[in-house]
């Protein structure tokens, strides 16, 4: 894979803790700062407390489909979501290569268990990998963050909880695709608790 040359940051917290929303902020910024962005947004949504599907936001054309809906009660199912055909085939489109290599920054929203398992968007992420020069994002969940780097075979430029108080800040120091942002120590975990994370 080409990760040598490019910049992998992880966005993480427990299932439905803000991931997207954090991510969702930073796009905000890129676009104020005419950063090209490509990949797959996965903005929940919520009915009665509950987590009740997904749309999905192709970042390139900015298109948002719906991409699943809650099929089975919370916890009773090992995917307890019906996704729609209409919505992978987006996403897919989404994450070609073709619609992704003239981008600065690929998202991908997210990546877990189906894709350790070679599912969901597993088929697209090693050839997105290949592309030179790219900062990449993945939404992973807190529980995955490790097997989602054994599996693909990259250590992470940073790893930002996005539960943290000043996560965007971490965001935008971590993916440095602005003039005035410093870059992070690479491989570094920032975390609430940490030196420097902001929690408490």
């Known amino acids: 894979m080409g990760t040598e040359q ?12 803000g991931k997207s929303s954090l991510i969702d902020q930073y796009l905000d910024r890129c676009r ?16 009665n407390n509950q987590r009740s599907g997904f749309d999905l936001v192709d970042l390139s054309s900015g298109i948002r489909i719906p991409l699943a809906v ?22 897919a489109a989404a994450l070609d290569t073709k619609r992704c290599m003239d981008a600065d920054l690929i998202v991908v929203d997210e990546v877990g268990k ?11 992420l090693s050839p997105l990998l290949d592309l030179p020069n790219k900062t990449h994002i993945w ?3 807190e529980s995955l963050v490790d097997a989602v780097a054994k599996r693909w075979r990259f250590t992470p430029h940073a790893v930002v909880d ?10 935008v120091a971590a993916c440095a695709l602005f003039d005035d ?3 992070v120590q690479r491989s570094r975990f920032i975390r ?3 030196p420097g994370s902001g929690g408490n």
């Not at 490019?6 to 803790?17: K, L, N």
């Not at 189906?114 to 697209?124: T, Y």
């Not at 996005?162 to 965001?171: C, I």
């Open 181 to 183: 942002c410093p870059m």
């Open 162 to 171: 996005a539960r943290s108080p000043d996560a965007l800040d971490k965001l």
């Open 139 to 141: 939404a992973v969940r």
């Open 6 to 17: 490019s910049r992998i940051v992880i966005v993480t917290s427990p299932q439905h803790t």
């Open 32 to 47: 104020q700062n005419a950063i090209r962005v490509a990949g797959i947004l996965a903005p929940g949504l919520w009915e």
């Open 192 to 194: 609430p608790g940490q």
């Open 70 to 91: 809650r099929c089975a009660p919370q916890g009773r199912a090992r995917i307890g979501f019906q996704f729609f055909q209409q919505g992978i085939a987006a996403a």
């Open 114 to 124: 189906l894709e350790i398992i070679g599912e969901g968007w597993a088929p697209h």
